[in-house]
């Protein structure tokens, strides 16, 4: 099993000054262990339900085009970016800027957008859900399109663009992976099967993973996709895995047992560095080997 590290608290001793080290030593750090993703989170505020929304964040894409410049080897990428947060003509032209400046390291990761605080409070339009989830589809056309020969136009019901012009194109080829976020079985599963190339299920458990990936193989027959061609990613428990190691690992083992292929998994304060590399020493090397 593959895994990956989520930076998502900057709530850090020392900061704003502390957090370019800090951010660089976590990715870094990940590079060591063996990690195929290192991503942070794209939000205007910081969740509340995790702090408040006058703790720190910073803005995703500049924060990876940051760690593009002191990383070499990990994939980098938001978990994930909110449809309504950029035009997703823009949104195109910066994943694949990303991927250029990366070297081929770039994915994009997104969803429907859900935080209504942060729009408000900026002044960004926040739709109906069922809106936000026609937008997604349209963005998510708009980046096939972009990322393809057909220079448009494209028009949509929400979206209109007379050229879909970007050069240059990206490095990885077809084009950056696309990761849906989220759960939802009868929108966002149906998205992942028709357009991603990988999902990322937030589940609490081993039986609801099971019945969220059944649900998606039965979007994949209904559309004939090919279920195997896409990555089956998890937001890992909300456990410190160095806590209990061996209890980790069981709930692991039951996840690949049912296809998972990557967990991805925060990279805690106080010393978000130090945690990575001691998942590096006592779990890492146990955990590549389940699947």
């Known amino acids: 099993m593959r895994f990956g590290f989520h930076f998502l608290d900057f709530s850090m001793p020392g900061e704003p000054a502390s957090i370019p080290g800090l951010l660089k030593d976590s990715a870094r750090a990940a590079e060591e262990t063996g990690a195929s993703w290192f991503t942070v989170m794209d939000h205007y505020f910081q969740m509340e339900q995790f702090r408040t929304a006058h703790d720190p964040m910073l803005e995703g894409y500049t924060s990876l085009g940051y760690l593009a410049g002191v990383t070499s080897r990990v994939k980098l990428g938001t978990i994930v970016t909110g449809v309504t947060y950029r035009h997703p003509g823009l949104l195109a032209k910066i994943v694949t800027t990303l991927d250029v400046l990366s070297e081929g390291r770039a994915f994009m990761g997104i969803g429907a957008a859900w935080y209504e605080r942060e729009h408000l409070a900026l002044g960004v339009n926040y739709p ?3 809106e936000r989830f026609e937008r997604l589809e349209e963005a998510l056309q708009i980046a096939l399109q972009m990322w393809s020969d057909d220079e448009g136009p494209f028009d949509g ?5 007379k050229e ?24 966002t599963l149906r998205l992942v099967a028709q357009y991603a190339d990988a999902c990322n299920l937030i589940a609490p458990d081993a039986e609801t993973i099971k019945h969220k990936l059944d649900v998606l193989r039965g979007h994949c027959d209904d559309l004939g996709r090919d279920y195997d061609s ?44 130090g945690a990575i590399r001691a998942f590096g020493e ?7 080997h389940l699947g």
């Open 230 to 273: 896409i990555e089956k990613t998890v937001m890992g428990p909300q456990v410190d895995p160095l806590a209990d190691p061996d209890a980790f690992l069981r709930t692991m083992e039951s996840y690949a047992a049912l296809g998972v292929e990557h967990v991805h998994l925060r990279a805690p304060n106080p010393d978000p560095a």
């Open 157 to 161: 019901t929400h979206y209109q663009l």
């Open 128 to 130: 109906p859900i069922k």
């Open 282 to 288: 006592k779990i890492a090397p146990r955990l590549t």
């Open 164 to 187: 879909t012009i970007s050069v240059p194109q990206s490095i990885t080829k077809p084009h950056p992976p696309i990761v849906i976020g989220g759960s939802g079985e009868k929108k």
